[in-house]
């Protein structure tokens, strides 16, 4: 799995982060988080056999090849939530 250092994880605090489909370059997931939340989506597709569409995606995209970005970062939980939310309503998402 990957994962940010300790170090990566005190520096950047709460974020938004968003994955994306590397075969149709869609963006198909935004959240808020910290620390290694951004890649447990992809930890849980491949730990549990749970039927969800977003674990079902990355299952078929392949759990190697998922894209993720941090949108920002260094944020509150409250600016998180919030650009977390713009975002998703920009996008028209509604998150897996």
Known sequence: ???F??????NIGYYVYFLKDPRNSKIF???????????QHI????????KS???DLIREIGTQN???????NRLTEEQ???VESACID???LENL
């Open 90 to 92: 920009l996008l028209g």
């Open 43 to 50: 930890q849980g597709a491949i730990d549990t056999p749970l």
């Open 29 to 39: 997931y935004i959240g808020k988080g910290k620390d290694n939340r951004v890649f």
């Open 1 to 3: 799995m990957n994962s």
């Open 53 to 55: 569409d977003k674990l």
């Open 5 to 10: 250092s300790q170090s990566v994880c005190e």
């Open 66 to 72: 998922v894209q993720h970005f941090i949108l920002r």
């Open 80 to 82: 998180a939530l919030e």
